[in-house]
């Protein structure tokens, strides 16, 4: 009777031995996996949400300047006095809110429309390993905006030659994008700027103007 409960003991001490050793198996693959592929995990999936933000934006933005015809003289005005010198810079705001709201719209139906994009990324991409980048089954990266994109029209002046001022219109947009993988969820902040018009300045421009923005 001692002789099979020593034994049944003794079985069940191996079980547990295996059973720990798996655990620990299991726990220390789990880590070298966190600790090597999170990394570049987060590098390809900031990658492939900038790269899609981008490409739904630009697209956007273009349909919409070539609707629209946008002129600069359809956001700011140049004034000069008696003399011939600049005096003011007049903001046309009602152009500017439009452009910002319809902007705004337009972006965001379009990231809403396209909120179940999926790119693919072979598993050896995830490794950091120069000979097994771009090799292996792909895994699923699923992309999709979170909230909504801001839009804001900005201003900026430079010099653009002797006694000339260039004046460029920009929409600078903002959007956070969030990339999943089977392991992991990342969330990035994308910004981008894109010209809508410019307009050379001739004669002197105040200060005041260079130094900061019209909006």
Request: hydrophobic residues 40%; charged residues 15%.
């Amino acid at each position: 009777m001692r002789t099979g409960s020593y034994k049944s003991k003794k079985k069940r001490l191996k079980l547990i031995a295996f059973v720990l050793l798996i655990i620990v198996i299991i726990v220390f693959i789990s880590y070298r996996i966190d600790k090597e592929v999170k990394p570049v995990a987060v590098l390809q999936g900031q990658h492939f949400s900038e790269l899609t933000a981008s490409n739904i934006i630009s697209k956007c933005v273009y349909n919409y300047l070539e609707e629209n015809q946008y002129t600069y003289n359809d956001f700011a005005a140049v004034l000069y006095d008696e003399n011939g010198k600049v005096a003011s810079i007049e903001v046309m705001s009602y152009n500017v809110n439009k452009v910002q709201s319809e902007l705004t719209q337009s972006i965001n139906d379009s990231l809403y429309d396209n909120r179940f994009n999926t790119a693919e990324i072979p598993i050896g991409s995830l490794t950091n390993s120069y000979l097994l980048s771009g090799k292996g089954a792909c895994i699923p990266l699923r992309i999709c905006p979170i909230g909504d994109a801001g839009v804001k029209l900005t201003s900026s002046f430079s010099s653009a030659g002797l006694n000339q001022t260039c004046h460029r219109i920009s929409a600078v947009i903002n959007v956070n994008m969030e990339s999943s993988l089977p392991l992991y969820t990342f969330s990035s902040h994308n910004e981008f700027e894109f010209l809508l018009s410019e307009n050379i300045i001739v004669g002197a421009v105040p200060d005041g103007f260079i130094t900061s923005s019209v909006f």
